[in-house]
């Protein structure tokens, strides 16, 4: 029979671009999104099917999972890929954005896993891969709300890890680093209040550093494929790095102590004392 991968946020970036990776290799693919209009390249077909699914609409997310079963009988992997990035100091932010980062990158995951578990519990198969980001492992200033909701998805993938090991379930996290992808737009929310003149020299430091490390990022392919052999992966093995810049940032956060990486970081990117 042949294996069906479900994708959230599948209209742009890493999205788009694990569906054209599983569908290239012969799998059937669920490509689920808030707005199916925006599909692109991603059409229907016998083994591709566009949904609509919005991970704070838990109608949308019931819809899209029983639309996935009638079409294709079962899902074999769910990649939990939809979120955003919300950037800016802490006090510029309302509770109504603070709730809707973590609504979306936390909550929601947590909303579309619960959807599929006990079919995957009962069929004593499947894989959930969830996809973090370097940020899941280390911060950048100015980034409170997106780096605890990714810290967030790196406890509970690893507790589910252990959870749903005895049903055959096997959960993966991918942490990409810098991506070619749309974060910086629609995926993007960058609050910021000029008024609040003392983050005003962080902010700018912070941009420039970005600038810099950002300038050659990698290309959303690359992750699909660390996707797609996290999806293939029998071992323990839990976290997938995607980019050279990924691989080089985590492993001076494990090998450093905090003082020193924390200090490094900080001159790197010209930040001092108020």
């Known amino acids: 029979m042949t294996q069906t991968v479900f994708i959230t946020g599948a209209s742009s970036g890493i999205g788009r671009a694990t569906a054209h990776h599983f569908h290239q290799r012969g799998w ?9 209009d925006k599909a692109g390249d991603l059409a229907d077909s016998e083994r591709l099917l566009v949904t609509r699914l919005d991970v704070l609409d838990a109608a949308s997310i019931a ?16 990649v939990n890929n939809a979120g955003y990035g919300a950037y800016g100091p802490l006090e510029a932010f309302t509770m109504e954005r ?39 492992r280390m911060t950048f200033p100015l980034g409170t709300l997106y780096h605890g909701t990714k810290f967030a998805v790196e406890g509970l993938s690893e507790a589910l890890h252990y959870e749903l090991e005895a049903f ?14 749309n974060f910086g737009g629609r995926s993007f929310d960058f609050c ?14 912070l941009f420039a550093y970005w600038g810099e490390i950002g300038s050659s990022p990698s290309e959303p392919s690359l992750v699909a494929d660390v996707i797609w ?28 102590d905090d003082a020193t990486f924390i200090g490094d970081l900080k001159a790197q990117i010209g930040l001092g004392s108020a």
């Open 28 to 36: 059937n693919v669920v490509a689920s999104m808030r707005s199916p």
């Open 63 to 78: 819809s899209a999972r029983d639309a996935a079963f009638e079409r294709f009988g079962r899902v074999d992997v769910l």
């Open 98 to 136: 603070i709730e809707r980062q973590f609504d979306t990158n936390v909550i929601g995951l947590l909303a579309v896993t619960k959807a599929f578990l006990p079919d995957f519990r009962a069929r004593r198969a499947g894989v959930i891969v969830n996809i973090s980001s370097i940020g899941g």
């Open 168 to 181: 055959g379930v096997r959960v993966k996290i991918v942490e990409p680093g810098m991506i070619k992808t």
């Open 192 to 205: 910021n209040d000029a008024s609040m003149a003392e983050y005003q020299g962080t902010v700018q430091k």
């Open 229 to 256: 052999a996290a999806a293939h992966d029998e071992t323990d093995t839990l976290r997938f790095r995607a980019g050279a810049d990924a691989e080089a940032l985590l492993t001076n956060r494990e090998q450093q």
